[in-house]
Protein backbone atom coordinates (compact mmCIF):
# COMPACT_ATOMS: atom_id res chain seq x y z
CA UNK A 1 0.00 0.00 0.00
CA UNK A 2 2.77 2.25 0.61
CA UNK A 3 4.29 1.87 -2.92
CA UNK A 4 0.78 3.06 -3.99
CA UNK A 5 0.33 5.99 -2.03
CA UNK A 6 3.54 7.17 -2.69
CA UNK A 7 3.06 6.91 -6.62
CA UNK A 8 -0.09 8.89 -5.86
CA UNK A 9 1.17 11.44 -4.33
CA UNK A 10 4.35 11.56 -7.07
CA UNK A 11 1.86 11.80 -9.54
CA UNK A 12 -0.38 14.45 -8.09
CA UNK A 13 2.82 16.37 -7.96
CA UNK A 14 4.29 16.15 -11.45
CA UNK A 15 0.54 17.18 -12.29
CA UNK A 16 0.66 20.43 -10.16
CA UNK A 17 4.01 21.31 -11.35
CA UNK A 18 2.81 20.95 -15.08
CA UNK A 19 0.44 23.10 -14.17
CA UNK A 20 2.20 25.95 -12.75
CA UNK A 21 5.08 25.98 -15.08
CA UNK A 22 5.20 28.77 -17.80
CA UNK A 23 5.84 26.25 -20.47
CA UNK A 24 2.70 24.40 -20.31
CA UNK A 25 0.45 27.22 -20.09
CA UNK A 26 -1.98 27.84 -22.72
CA UNK A 27 -1.56 30.07 -25.71
CA UNK A 28 -3.72 33.28 -26.34
CA UNK A 29 -6.76 33.39 -28.06
CA UNK A 30 -7.39 36.52 -30.16
CA UNK A 31 -10.64 36.92 -31.24
CA UNK A 32 -12.27 39.80 -32.73
CA UNK A 33 -13.05 42.18 -35.59
CA UNK A 34 -9.28 42.02 -37.90
CA UNK A 35 -8.41 45.31 -40.14
CA UNK A 36 -5.57 44.46 -42.68
CA UNK A 37 -2.83 46.89 -42.11
CA UNK A 38 -0.36 48.00 -45.61
CA UNK A 39 2.21 45.17 -44.41
CA UNK A 40 -0.31 42.06 -44.27
CA UNK A 41 -0.29 41.70 -40.48
CA UNK A 42 -3.82 42.09 -38.98
CA UNK A 43 -4.82 44.42 -36.05
CA UNK A 44 -7.31 42.86 -33.70
CA UNK A 45 -7.84 43.87 -29.96
CA UNK A 46 -4.92 46.09 -29.90
CA UNK A 47 -2.68 43.20 -30.85
CA UNK A 48 -0.49 43.45 -34.48
CA UNK A 49 -0.79 40.20 -35.73
CA UNK A 50 1.19 38.34 -38.41
CA UNK A 51 -0.25 35.39 -40.26
CA UNK A 52 1.60 31.85 -39.00
CA UNK A 53 3.92 30.23 -41.46
CA UNK A 54 3.71 32.92 -44.28
CA UNK A 55 5.59 35.89 -45.18
CA UNK A 56 3.36 38.15 -47.38
CA UNK A 57 5.43 40.30 -49.84
CA UNK A 58 5.06 43.75 -50.90
CA UNK A 59 3.17 44.23 -54.45
CA UNK A 60 2.90 47.36 -55.88
CA UNK A 61 0.14 49.58 -54.95
CA UNK A 62 -4.00 49.14 -55.68
CA UNK A 63 -7.14 50.58 -55.26
CA UNK A 64 -10.75 48.52 -54.93
CA UNK A 65 -12.47 52.03 -56.50
CA UNK A 66 -16.09 49.85 -56.14
CA UNK A 67 -16.05 51.15 -52.27
CA UNK A 68 -16.18 54.48 -51.12
CA UNK A 69 -13.96 55.81 -49.82
CA UNK A 70 -11.72 53.92 -52.29
CA UNK A 71 -9.20 51.75 -50.28
CA UNK A 72 -5.49 51.77 -51.38
CA UNK A 73 -2.65 49.19 -50.11
CA UNK A 74 -0.47 46.91 -52.09
CA UNK A 75 -2.40 43.50 -53.54
CA UNK A 76 -1.71 40.97 -51.48
CA UNK A 77 -3.21 42.90 -48.56
CA UNK A 78 -6.39 44.00 -50.41
CA UNK A 79 -6.87 40.49 -51.15
CA UNK A 80 -6.57 39.40 -47.71
CA UNK A 81 -8.54 42.69 -46.47
CA UNK A 82 -11.57 41.35 -49.42
CA UNK A 83 -11.02 37.90 -48.04
CA UNK A 84 -11.41 39.48 -43.98
CA UNK A 85 -13.99 41.92 -45.21
CA UNK A 86 -15.10 42.90 -41.26
CA UNK A 87 -16.03 39.73 -40.32
CA UNK A 88 -14.94 38.26 -36.67
CA UNK A 89 -11.55 36.52 -36.57
CA UNK A 90 -10.66 33.97 -34.53
CA UNK A 91 -6.49 33.67 -33.36
CA UNK A 92 -4.45 31.13 -31.50
CA UNK A 93 -0.90 32.65 -30.87
CA UNK A 94 2.02 30.69 -31.75
CA UNK A 95 4.95 32.93 -30.75
CA UNK A 96 5.60 36.66 -29.00
CA UNK A 97 8.21 38.50 -31.90
CA UNK A 98 10.66 40.99 -30.94
CA UNK A 99 8.42 44.17 -31.82
CA UNK A 100 5.65 43.01 -29.74
CA UNK A 101 3.70 41.19 -32.77
CA UNK A 102 2.15 38.07 -32.32
CA UNK A 103 2.64 35.43 -34.61
CA UNK A 104 -0.64 33.35 -34.59
CA UNK A 105 -2.63 30.64 -36.83
CA UNK A 106 -5.79 32.82 -37.62
CA UNK A 107 -9.54 31.74 -39.09
CA UNK A 108 -12.56 33.06 -40.55
CA UNK A 109 -15.06 30.55 -40.47
CA UNK A 110 -12.70 27.91 -39.60
CA UNK A 111 -10.76 28.75 -42.87
CA UNK A 112 -7.20 28.95 -41.87
CA UNK A 113 -5.95 32.31 -43.39
CA UNK A 114 -2.27 31.65 -43.97
CA UNK A 115 -3.24 28.50 -46.20
CA UNK A 116 -6.10 30.79 -48.22
CA UNK A 117 -3.64 33.35 -48.82
CA UNK A 118 -1.21 30.71 -49.92
CA UNK A 119 -3.49 28.59 -51.96
CA UNK A 120 -4.35 31.90 -53.39
CA UNK A 121 -0.98 32.67 -54.58
CA UNK A 122 -1.05 35.81 -52.14
CA UNK A 123 2.28 34.92 -49.36
CA UNK A 124 5.03 33.17 -49.42
CA UNK A 125 5.66 29.91 -47.25
CA UNK A 126 8.69 30.06 -44.44
CA UNK A 127 11.00 27.74 -43.92
CA UNK A 128 9.57 26.65 -40.70
CA UNK A 129 6.13 26.00 -42.25
CA UNK A 130 4.38 23.10 -42.16
CA UNK A 131 5.30 20.78 -45.28
CA UNK A 132 1.39 21.50 -46.77
CA UNK A 133 2.00 25.08 -46.93
CA UNK A 134 5.15 24.72 -49.34
CA UNK A 135 3.04 22.69 -51.59
CA UNK A 136 -0.27 25.14 -51.45
CA UNK A 137 2.61 27.86 -52.67
CA UNK A 138 3.91 25.79 -55.19
CA UNK A 139 0.17 24.92 -56.76
CA UNK A 140 -0.42 28.63 -56.44
CA UNK A 141 2.96 29.18 -58.41
CA UNK A 142 2.30 26.69 -61.18
CA UNK A 143 -1.17 28.31 -61.84
CA UNK A 144 0.69 31.83 -61.79
CA UNK A 145 -2.15 33.09 -59.34
CA UNK A 146 -1.48 35.95 -56.88
CA UNK A 147 2.08 37.19 -56.52
CA UNK A 148 2.99 34.73 -58.99
CA UNK A 149 1.27 36.46 -61.83
CA UNK A 150 2.81 40.05 -60.92
CA UNK A 151 6.16 41.03 -60.27
CA UNK A 152 7.19 41.53 -56.86
CA UNK A 153 10.61 42.10 -55.25
CA UNK A 154 12.15 40.63 -52.37
CA UNK A 155 10.25 37.28 -51.98
CA UNK A 156 12.90 34.81 -53.41
CA UNK A 157 15.28 34.81 -50.09
CA UNK A 158 11.91 33.42 -48.73
CA UNK A 159 11.75 30.35 -51.43
CA UNK A 160 11.34 26.49 -50.58
Not at 74 to 81: G, H, K, Y
Not at 89 to 115: K, R
Request: charge should be neutral; include cysteine; aromatic fraction near 10%.
Amino acid sequence: MGTASHLFRTGAALLLACLLCPWSAARAEISSFAFVQEDGSLRISGYVVRLYGIYIPQTEQACHTFINPPMCAPRAALALEFKIGGNFIHCAEQALNPDGSVTASCTLDNENLSEWMLRNGWAVALPNAPFEYGVMQDMARAKGIGIWGIPVDNFRRFRR
